[in-house]
């Protein structure tokens, strides 16, 4: 069965330093998001992309944030200049195109901000 | 602004039935529900689309009232498997999904 993957599944990173979030979306699937969701609390949508551009941003996805599809099966996740509070897991997600917009939620990258 | 789920935690004996509910203040395209295991990615059970359109696994069952926007999931027969922390996330039609708090659920032998 397809699935979304992520890559690393853990990230230790002093604050300050930037760092790169992948994903690979399951194949078919059109529609990319990036979730994260801090130790114990609710996920939060940070950020949506289709057809190469950001089609929705959360209040949380700032200037420090931004994503890419640098070619056709990654999707990635940056962030600069990390605070502690960026320490969290990242899920990257993917849905088709039709109406239904199932997501399939990969199975994240820890970020751990020192 | 977030759905409400509720309750906030649920204990069953296994075989035993929960509900878990979700209601949001805005008008909804659909909702979505979730299960995630500690330290695993959420899951996704089911999605409950506006005008009835439904699309899930066979073993789970949910509502979505359109005109309430609320939504409920129905956890019958549990098992020991069914353990772990439900979200709803809720669609306006903008794709990304706002998600509840999560209700844990503990099945026990």
């Known amino acids: 069965e397809p699935e979304v993957t992520q890559t690393p599944s853990h990230q230790v990173t002093q604050m300050g330093q930037e760092v790169i979030l992948r994903c690979v979306p399951i194949?078919?699937?059109?529609?990319f998001y990036w979730y994260r969701q801090i130790l114990g609390q609710k996920v939060e949508f940070l950020v949506s992309?289709?057809?190469?551009?950001?089609?929705?941003k959360s209040e949380i996805f700032d200037d420090q944030f931004s994503v890419e599809r640098p070619d056709g099966s990654n999707f990635t996740l940056k962030i600069r200049s990390t605070k502690l509070e960026d320490s969290a897991m990242y899920f990257c997600?993917?849905?088709?195109?039709?109406?239904?917009?199932?997501?399939?939620f990969g199975p994240g990258t820890r970020l751990t901000v020192t | 602004q977030q759905p409400v789920q509720s309750p906030q935690a649920v204990i069953l004996r296994e075989g035993e039935d929960a509900v878990i509910n979700c209601s949001s203040s805005?008008?909804?395209?659909?909702v979505h529900w979730y299960r995630q295991k500690h330290g695993e990615a959420p899951v996704f059970l089911m999605i409950?689309?506006?005008?009835?359109e439904q699309k899930g696994h066979e073993k789970i069952s949910a509502s979505f009232n359109e005109k309430k926007q609320q939504s409920s999931l129905y956890l019958t027969a549990s098992q020991l498997s069914y353990s772990g922390t439900y979200f709803c996330?809720?669609?306006?039609?903008?794709?990304?999904?706002?998600f509840g708090s999560g209700t844990r659920l503990q099945v026990q032998p």
């Open positions: 997600a993917s849905s088709e195109t039709s109406g239904v917009n199932e997501q399939y």
């Open positions: 194949s078919n699937h059109l529609y």
């Open positions: 992309f289709y057809n190469n551009e950001i089609s929705e």
């Open positions: 805005k008008a909804l395209y659909s």
């Open positions: 409950l689309l506006k005008g009835g």
């Open positions: 996330g809720t669609d306006t039609g903008r794709r990304a999904l706002t």
